[in-house]
């Protein structure tokens, strides 16, 4: 298993492998991100979620989309994120 540095949380950990059906982005969550932090976002719940409820999403329209990606980005503080994440939960 490869190891990456995660931007997130800063720490070492294992790649994530498997498939997390995020089209162009997956390569750089991979690369970027630990299997955590990914859970933080991604289980029932979690970040994602607030960030949906937060923001009102609807995300059958492109907008909507096009928020929680930008929110993703800045979350996982990947290269090229436009906003600041705002974490509603504190």
Known sequence: MSEIQCRKCEQPAEK???LL???KLEE???NNVCQNCWAEWNKPG???TMVINE???NLG???GR???RKQ???FFKLPDADVEFKDYRT
């Open 72 to 74: 993703m980005r800045a």
């Open 66 to 68: 096009a928020t929680l």
């Open 28 to 30: 750089e969550v991979k």
């Open 21 to 23: 059906f995020l089209g």
């Open 61 to 63: 329209d492109e907008n």
């Open 46 to 48: 979690g970040v994602k």
């Open 55 to 57: 923001y009102h999403l």
């Open 16 to 18: 994530i492998t498997e």
